[in-house]
């Protein structure tokens, strides 16, 4: 029998799951730390899955535990499988998937016998392309569900302790204690935000798997009008396709009196959430751009968030301004030269205070990274410089595409001040060179 159930990247509405899908504690040791790393604001853990280790997205806003992109873990065994409907996040139509019950996640100390899973079936929903690492799956709820769970964004770990009186005293005297609520297994909070000099309160959900500022959704309430000075933008990509929207700077966001200056909202377009059964009151999310500055604890049995600022809590608030999505496109072998140093094998008559260097050569292939223009935004500086969507990027301000990660090369196009930039593609067959300025349009 095949079933249909709404499921989407960023948001999720879905069946509830059973309680066998939590993580326990392997050994008596109440605490287990899980390195992490961080990429565009996002937050990817090591799980096995039935004995194979998978990548997975760390993601408040999701209740199932979601699978895909498995081409090169063919290893990875399932049991009761049966055929599902996939639809969410973005425009298109729904996807073809796969439930699975009875799997063995573990990770560092921490396991979940019996945990449900979702197998997404359509290679073409890859986020490894967009964050430039393998990337298997998405997990959340049953994550977070029955333990303290600490996310250090500064360290890179993920701590997670046993939900015991002593333990939540200890963050209560850190952290600033924020009340949350559950609502279908997602954690909401409620928040202030300043829009045209309106103050708005607004409850959003708590959402780590998305790596904006702020989410608002214009069609919840007549107050979220956006900003006179914004642009449309590619915002990501969903389950049921790509999800496009505005960006534009609000006045401000409050958070139980931490104050944010001038952050970036994105405003999704209302054909990209219309797939999102929104619960009563939300106005939209808060995400890694924000969250990204504090030290947070998750404790979900009891309904609170602990917040502590870190050292990046005044990072100013930037975007793309070249207006450029770039993706992972494969691999290409590359030549490197290597310079050896050698002393030569006849010393007999050199001076033994003195060491005769002579330079040598060899070379070494290795497989370095693609990049290619998944999207580019109209009437951005780089459109209008000639660069296309397709282009596959050879350099960038004269150094090798390949030498740069995915996260080092959105950083050089989202800079503080407007800076130029000169980048060279290859379009069809053709090396064409492109420079342009990043301005700043908000």
């Known amino acids: 029998m095949k079933n249909t159930i709404s499921i989407f990247f960023l948001l999720v509405f879905a069946l509830p799951l059973l309680a066998q899908d939590e993580f326990h504690f392997v050994s008596q040791n109440k605490k287990v730390s899980i390195p992490f790393k961080l990429i565009n604001n996002l937050i990817f853990i090591p799980i096995k899955v039935n004995g194979i280790e998978l990548n997975f997205l760390l993601d408040s806003g999701v209740e199932e535990t979601i699978l895909f992109g498995l081409e090169d873990k063919k290893e990875v065994s399932f049991f009761n499988v049966e055929k599902i409907t996939l639809r969410g996040l973005g425009s298109s139509d729904a996807v073809e998937g796969l439930k699975s019950t009875r799997n063995i996640l573990e990770s560092h100390g921490i396991k979940s016998t019996n945990h449900t899973l979702y197998v997404i079936l359509n290679q073409d929903f890859n986020l490894s392309s967009h964050v430039g690492i393998p990337v298997n799956g998405i997990i959340g709820y049953n994550f977070l569900k029955n333990n303290l769970v600490e996310i250090n964004y500064e360290k890179k770990k ?187 094998s006849d010393a007999g008559d050199i001076d033994p205070g003195a060491i005769s260097i002579t330079n040598d050569f060899r070379y070494k292939f290795e497989l370095k990274p693609v990049y290619q223009i998944l999207n580019l935004r109209e009437d951005s500086t780089a459109a209008l410089s000639g660069l296309q969507k397709g282009d596959i990027i050879v350099s960038i301000n004269k150094v090798k595409a390949y030498r740069y990660t995915l996260q080092e090369i959105n950083s050089l196009l989202k800079p503080e001040e407007e800076k130029w930039i000169t980048i060279e593609v290859e379009r069809n067959s053709q090396i064409l060179s492109f420079k342009f300025l990043l301005t700043d349009i908000l």
């Not at 609520?181 to 798997?209: C, Q, S, W």
């Open 158 to 344: 993920v701590v997670i302790y046993n939900n015991n009186e002593k333990n939540r005293n200890k963050s209560a005297k850190k952290y600033t204690k924020i009340p949350i609520t559950l609502e279908k297994n997602k954690p909401y909070l409620m928040t202030k935000i300043i829009l045209k000099e309106v103050e708005l309160p607004a409850k959003l959900l708590i959402d780590i798997g998305n790596s904006d500022a702020l989410w608002l959704f214009q069609n919840l309430s007549k107050a979220i009008q956006i900003p006179e000075k914004n642009f449309e933008d590619y915002l990501g990509q969903g389950f049921s396709g790509e999800v496009f929207g505005k960006r534009a700077r609000i006045d401000q966001f409050s958070l139980n009196g931490f104050e944010f200056k001038n952050p970036i909202v994105a405003f999704p377009d209302t054909s990209s959430i219309k797939n999102v059964k929104m619960i009563p009151g939300r106005l939209g999310s808060v995400g890694g751009e924000i969250l990204k500055r504090f030290t947070l604890v998750f404790d979900y049995p009891n309904k609170f968030l602990y917040l502590k600022k870190n050292n990046d809590f005044y990072t100013p608030f930037t975007y793309n301004k070249s207006g450029i999505e770039i993706q992972h496109h494969g691999l290409q072998w590359v030549q490197e030269t290597v310079k050896l140093q050698t002393v030569p």
